[in-house]
C-alpha cells in the first residue's frame, strides 16, 4: 500500500460508522473555543439540512471521532467531504481575521499540505481519509462509545468524560450537550 492511501472506505453510504478524522499533520487547530464552535455549528447544521445522523462524537485539539451515519437518500462520504471543506473555509477565515500569534504556522501547514495535494485548493485544514469502521456489531458499537467518550480522560483534560463540553459524552450522562445528537440505546 502507498503511503497515504487506505484501504478504509465508506461502502455502504447509510450504515453505521465509526469515524477519525483528523488535520494534517495532526497540527493542533482545535485548542480556541471559537474554531471548535466553527465545527460544531457545522455539524448541527449537517444533522439539520445534510442528513446526518450522529450518535456520539468528541473532539480534540487535531482530531475527532464519531459514531455516524446518512439517512437514507443521503450520502455520508459527501457530507464529510461538505463538513470538511466548511469548517477549513470559516477556521482559515478566523485565523485571518483575529490573528493569536501562531496564525503564520497554521496557515503555513495548511498550504503546504494543499500543494502537496492532487486537489486545486489553498489550504488543507483535514486530512482526506476518515478512516471509516462500519458498525456490526452492538458490542462493537458499545465498545467504540466508550473510546470516544475516554479520549480526553486518556489525554489528561478531564477527570470524567461527561466533563469535557466538546463531547457528546455530556448527553449520555443526561444533559443536554452542543450537538444535537441521538443515543444509542442499551
Not at 456520539?56 to 459527501?78: C, P, Q, Y
Not at 499540505?113 to 458499545?142: C, G
Not at 470524567?160 to 443526561?174: F, L, M, Q, R, V
Request: some cysteine; glycine content about 4%.
Amino acid at each position: 500500500m502507498n503511503k497515504g492511501t487506505t484501504s478504509y472506505h465508506i461502502k455502504d453510504e447509510n450504515a453505521l460508522y465509526f469515524l477519525t478524522c483528523a488535520t494534517v499533520e495532526w497540527i493542533d487547530v482545535f485548542t480556541k473555543s471559537k474554531y471548535k464552535e466553527v465545527f460544531t455549528e457545522s455539524i448541527n447544521f449537517c444533522i439539520k439540512n445534510k442528513g446526518l445522523e450522529v450518535f456520539a462524537w468528541v473532539l480534540m485539539t487535531n482530531h475527532f471521532h464519531m459514531i455516524a451515519r446518512a439517512k437514507e437518500d443521503f450520502e455520508l462520504s459527501g457530507i464529510l467531504r461538505d463538513m470538511k471543506k466548511h469548517t477549513t473555509k470559516e477556521v482559515v477565515r478566523l485565523i485571518k481575521e483575529e490573528p493569536e500569534g501562531r496564525e503564520s504556522s497554521l496557515l503555513n501547514e495548511m498550504s503546504a499540505a494543499a500543494k502537496r495535494n492532487s486537489k486545486k485548493q489553498t489550504y488543507q485544514m483535514w486530512r482526506n481519509d476518515n478512516h471509516p469502521i462500519e458498525l456490526f456489531k452492538t458490542e462493537t458499537v458499545a465498545q467504540k462509545l466508550q473510546y470516544i467518550h475516554m479520549n480526553p480522560v486518556e489525554e489528561g483534560i478531564v477527570i470524567y468524560p461527561e466533563d469535557y463540553a466538546y463531547s457528546s459524552a455530556i448527553d449520555y450522562s443526561g444533559r443536554k450537550g452542543m450537538i444535537d445528537i441521538e443515543l444509542i440505546n442499551g
